[in-house]
């Protein structure tokens, strides 16, 4: 699970996501997304990271008032089933922004 948030330099948060990466899994009956073993029968997409591959992400962020820097963080983690999570990385960056208005 990828968690991703900015905040300007006064902490106000400008932005928040999150990303999951697993199979996504049906029953054939609909696309609603199933987690039972007993129910998958397909996988409708696969999101998960393969061996060797680089995986890039994009995230637009709006940013409705002028500001010159925005902190930027994004968290890593593995998590074995809902509420049972084990952090892998973090990275926090201070990106420039001055020219992008």
């Known amino acids: 699970m990828l968690d991703v948030t900015a905040r300007s330099l006064d902490g ?3 932005f928040k996501a999150r990303r999951i990466y697993m199979s996504q899994c049906t029953d054939s009956r609909g696309p609603v997304m199933v987690l039972g073993p007993d129910k ?3 996988i409708i997409r696969d999101t998960t990271f393969q061996p060797l591959r680089v995986k890039q992400e994009e995230f637009q962020i709006d940013l409705s008032k002028k500001l010159d820097l925005v902190e930027v963080e994004a968290a890593f983690s593995y998590v074995l089933r809902p509420g049972d999570e084990i952090p892998v ?3 926090r960056r201070k990106v420039e922004v001055r020219d992008l208005f």
Do not use: S, V, Y
Request: net charge positive; aromatic share 0%.
């Open 12 to 14: 106000k948060e400008l």
């Open 40 to 42: 998958k029968l397909g």
């Open 89 to 91: 990385d973090k990275i």
